[in-house]
RNA sequence: GGCGACUUGGCCGAGUGGUUAGGCACCGGAUUGCAAAUCCGUCUACAGCGGUUCGACUCCGCUAGUCGCCUCCA
């Protein structure tokens, strides 16, 4: 075993109960997490996973695992076909062009462990070939060029989403005629004249929506894997049909975990159920009460804009906060508290700086990268042993399903039990590195270190106050003060003041503009 | 209609059968030339009604409300 002491407990939505986390073959763990169908820009309900994921994967590589992750980009599909006809352009650049701006969006939310990023269009042979397995051992039949996967055939069909075959409300549309029975789900579907098509044993074609993800699944992580995860809108039909297809197809499960994050709504304030929601939907705009559930058929925000505005570590904290499965109420005011919250931790990290010269954004501390090698002896240092108790309780939480929200608030307190030491110690710039002080304090942040990267976490500077639309209005809002200094100074005719103002801003690099309406700057 | 989730203090959000969550905001104090920051402290809770129990916010039931999925939304 990897690590014995791991004692990480994992919901796993299968079986509705927390479970303890026995990987297939430890120290391997193949996590498989349902990526975007790249037809529009991704809004921030879309980084719920990849986030709450790319947290796991640390915490699994932490705990002394060799996790695998992989994310699909499903690029071929009828969204992406209308989008193509609607725009005059090619599938394929539509999909070239979302896909940038969702890994543009992965980059900035520091989001960086995925380790292979497979595209539907690239695994033809592959989807295809597994079609044809379906076909063979008599779970899917082929009718007129499409070819449906038999629901009947797998008694199985529904344990996921726990539903009734014979409940589910029929479905429309023009394949509808061509099922057996209405469950029946797609597995390729033939091309309409003019449509993107790849030659298939039953003609030109494309594959149905749940296909990609068993065939590459099984490509890279095998027929059997750890962990499959995705929203929980996901969970019906998208992760039962491609359970029923890849069990039936292998004659065992395809995976052992099955873990799915809460989904985002739009938020007005006030709470989301209970009493006051009656008043809190009459104040919220029109526009935010129809929007509700965010998706990208009710047209949520560019989240590329929403990161300018908050930054990508403050939107990662924001989501981090809360539990993975809890629904996640998202508005601007929300991440704005998220933000002053951060400030602390900046603040801290500023005067730790000061002190002991090292950069908390780096790797200046050093910090253990798995939990075996973080283990310490704190002594009977105070500080030290106060450390181990915060790292023991986050450890604690984040064993217990990921329970980030209690993780990071083992942080408030662990920064507060920095900042009373720092005042207590008086610790200043000049401080010797040797002193037994400033050691201990670089002890306890090097074990901070080690655990805010786990959440991935102040891994980067931050941009100062905020985005950068926040920034240039800071710093207008700054010009105008001096403008204001300015025009008093020359009011009682002090203008050896005025005129210091307006020098110095110039050797900055800011103009000052004198006119009749009055005063504005520009960048020179 | 079927299946499922949820309802915690001014707001956001953890958690537990009897013991301080945490954040933001507020208030009081320490510190500070003033302010900010920081520290200390206080104050607002577990939707309603029943039941189980020595004891429930935590378990069970009912009621009310909110939300999600039910063929292509992460």
């Known amino acids: 075993m990897p690590n014995p002491d791991s004692k990480l407990r994992i919901y796993n939505t299968l079986t509705k109960a927390k479970e303890d986390f026995q990987p297939l073959n430890p120290p391997q763990v193949g996590i498989y997490l349902c990526g975007p169908t790249v037809y529009a820009e991704s809004h921030i309900g879309h980084m719920v996973g990849p986030v709450i994921f790319d947290t796991i994967k640390r915490y699994l590589r932490y705990s ?6 992989v994310v699909n980009i499903t690029d071929v599909d009828d969204k992406l076909i209308n989008k193509s006809r609607e725009r005059g352009i090619p599938v394929s650049q539509i999909a070239t062009e979302m896909t940038a701006d969702y890994l543009a969006n992965l980059r900035e939310l520091g989001v960086n462990q995925i380790d292979y990023m497979p595209r539907a269009t690239d695994h033809m042979g592959n989807i295809i070939r597994f079609v044809e397995d379906l076909v063979e051992k008599g779970f899917a039949y082929a009718v007129e060029g499409d070819v449906f996967f038999d629901v009947t055939k797998d008694p199985g069909y529904g344990q996921l989403s726990n539903r009734n075959i014979d409940d589910q409300q029929g479905e429309g549309g023009g394949a509808a005629a061509k099922k057996r029975s209405s ?5 390729w579907k033939s091309a309409k004249p003019g449509e993107i098509s790849w030659d298939s044993p039953w003609g030109k074609g494309r594959p149905g929506w749940h296909i990609e993800c ?4 099984r490509e890279i992580l095998g027929e059997t894997f750890d962990i499959h995860g995705g929203g929980l809108d996901l969970m019906f039909p998208h992760h039962e049909n491609e359970l029923a297809q890849s069990g039936c197809c292998h004659g065992k499960p395809m995976v052992k975990y099955w873990m799915h994050n809460g989904l985002m709504r739009a938020g007005a304030k006030g709470k989301v159920g209970g009493k006051s929601d009656r008043e809190s939907a009459a104040e919220a705009t029109p526009e935010e009460a129809a929007e509700g559930k965010i998706s990208r058929s009710k ?10 505005r908050h930054t990508g570590t403050r939107i990662r904290f924001f989501l981090l906060r809360t539990h993975y499965r809890s629904t996640i109420l998202f508005n601007d005011e929300g991440l704005e508290e998220a933000g002053v919250a951060l400030e602390g931790f900046y603040r801290l990290f500023d005067r730790v700086e000061e002190i002991t010269g090292k950069s908390f954004y780096d790797d200046s501390f050093e910090p253990a990268r798995t939990r075996a090698e973080g283990e310490f002896d704190p002594g009977d240092n105070e500080l030290l042993k106060q450390v181990d108790e915060f790292r023991g309780k986050f450890i604690v939480a984040m064993d217990d399903d990921l329970n980030t929200g209690l993780a990071v608030s083992v942080l408030f307190d662990w920064l ?3 900042n009373r030491y720092l005042d207590e110690t008086k610790l ?6 040797d002193a037994p002080e400033v050691v201990a304090l670089v002890t306890a942040m090097q074990k901070m270190k080690e655990l805010t990267d786990i959440l991935g976490l102040f891994t980067k500077v931050p941009a100062s106050g905020g985005g950068d639309e926040a920034a240039q209005e800071m710093l207008d809002k700054a010009v105008h003060l001096l403008i204001d200094l300015r025009k008093e100074a020359r009011e009682r005719k002090d203008y050896a003041t005025g005129d210091t103002i307006r020098n110095r801003l110039s050797e900055i690099g800011i103009a000052l503009l004198d006119k009749k309406e009055g005063t504005t700057w520009e960048a020179s």
């Open 64 to 69: 002394g695992y060799e996790p695998t992750w």
């Open 183 to 187: 469950g029946d789900f797609a597995l």
């Open 214 to 217: 068993s065939a590459m699944s």
């Open 299 to 308: 047209g949520a925000g560019g989240l590329s804009t929403l990161i300018r």
């Open 416 to 418: 507060r039990s920095m």
């Open 428 to 433: 200043a710039s000049g401080a010797k590195a």
